[in-house]
Nanobody, 125 residues
Framework: VQLQASGGGLVQAGGSQRLSCAAS????????MGWFRQAPGKEREFVAA????????NYADFVKGRYTISRENAKNTVYLQMNSLKPEDTAVYYC???????????????????WGQGTQVTVSS
């Protein structure tokens, strides 16, 4: 599986942006997916995850109410809609395939595989 993240760029605080993660390979539709981010000098942190059917989603506390994860299995794509962006949201955003066993494992990057190359999101104040 190869993942290609896109949609990043420069946005003003309070603005919105939608990231896309396009996957190649037949296993996309049967795998849960996640988004992580990494700011300079910081560790990679969990942002959001979605089950293979889209019926279960999970968010980091700092994005709840602002971000929405979704997917279109027919297009092998997962999305991250980001609203009310803040300067502290500035980071490289990565998508990855979840390989864990339980929803409670979503937050641990060690439970993911096939990381995409990331897309830079910069929020100006």
């Amino acid at each position: 599986v190869q993942l290609q993240a896109s949609g990043g760029g420069l946005v003003q605080a309070g603005g919105s942006q939608r990231l896309s993660c396009a996957a190649s390979g037949p296993i996309f539709s049967i795998n849960d997916m996640g988004w992580f981010r990494q700011a300079p000098g910081k560790e990679r942190e969990f942002v959001a995850a979605i089950s293979w059917s889209g019926g279960v989603t999970n968010y980091a506390d700092f994005v709840k109410g602002r971000y929405t994860i979704s997917r279109e299995n027919a297009k092998n794509t997962v999305y991250l809609q980001m609203n009310s962006l803040k300067p502290e949201d500035t980071a490289v955003y990565y998508c990855a395939v979840f390989r864990g066993a339980y929803y409670s494992d979503y937050g641990n990057p060690e439970n993911y595989d096939y990381w995409g190359q990331g897309t830079q999101v910069t929020v100006s104040s």
